[in-house]
């Protein structure tokens, strides 16, 4: 199994994303951890997207292996959504003056700039965009030159177009973990720095220079570290093999130390 793994980890790794129960079940039957783990956090990241698939067959190590995803589960929501949980954190994150108080903008006003900018774009980033309403079934208005046949068939496609609208539209589940990757592993993508001279340059008042530009790219790079900072357990990027195949979940489970009977390394 682990020649295997090196042989074909670029392809093996893209093919666990779109069946991580499949090699759910492969790694806890060839007891390669590093599958499993692998799989297991692409599990716990889309549950219940895989329960099906897990409890529709009998396999050995089916219950155990099951309750171990629940377990993951429900550690990172809490991670998430604790008391003093991730969400808590980036909710509250600040920018602090040398002396540790939080920046004002009377006394540090790039600081005070870049957390208000920062807050504006993740409370955006969270934002769901509404679903249509669901369309009915029902007789169109009798028009000249179509069939009856033909204006139900329409009717019918555009009850489909909708549906396909809402299907494509994230859940607020699915918009929080991919906001929160987002963060946590390509800082890089959002804010841009055309953003951020955007934003400066429509300031009321504003004093834009490439001076004060370049300082409130700095302070906007602090936040971004700080909100990473926070983020990173649930993003271990030196440890995900499948990192740069992009989800709209997060992918933070991880085994301890001989959980599930896997020895370390295998």
């Not at 208005?141 to 009717?155: I, Q």
Request: proline share 5%; net charge positive; aromatic share 8%.
């Amino acid at each position: 199994m682990q020649n295997y793994l090196i042989l074909y980890q670029a392809d093996l790794w893209e093919h666990l994303v779109k069946y991580p129960s499949s090699y759910l079940k492969l790694g806890w039957k060839s007891r390669s951890k590093v599958l499993f783990e692998e799989a297991l956090a692409h599990v716990v990241g889309r549950w219940p997207r895989d329960e099906g698939l897990l409890r529709g067959s009998e396999w050995k190590g089916k219950e155990e292996v099951i309750d171990l995803v629940l377990d993951k589960v429900e550690d990172i929501n809490f991670m998430i959504f604790g008391e003093d949980g991730i969400t808590d954190k980036l909710t509250s994150l600040m920018l602090r003056n040398k002396r540790g108080e939080p920046v004002t903008m009377r006394d540090n006003p790039w600081e005070k700039t870049a957390e208000n900018m920062w807050h504006a774009w993740f409370r955006q980033a969270l934002d769901v965009p509404i679903p249509p309403p669901k369309l009915a079934p029902r007789a169109s208005r009798p028009s000249s030159g179509r069939t009856e046949r033909e204006r139900e068939r329409e009717r019918q496609l555009e009850v489909q177009r909708q549906e396909e609208k809402r299907a494509a539209m994230p859940t607020k589940r699915q918009q929080l973990h991919r906001t929160l990757r987002l963060i946590g592993m390509f800082p890089e993508r959002y804010l841009l720095d055309e953003k951020v001279k955007q934003e400066l340059k429509d300031m009321p008042g504003s004093c834009y220079s490439r001076e004060t530009y370049k300082l409130l790219l700095k302070r906007m790079d602090d936040m971004k570290l700080k909100a990473k900072r926070i983020i990173s357990p649930l993003v271990d990027e030196q440890h995900l093999k499948s990192r740069d195949v992009m989800v709209d979940y997060l992918v933070g489970a991880r085994l301890e130390e001989g959980e599930a009977g896997f020895e370390d390394g295998r």
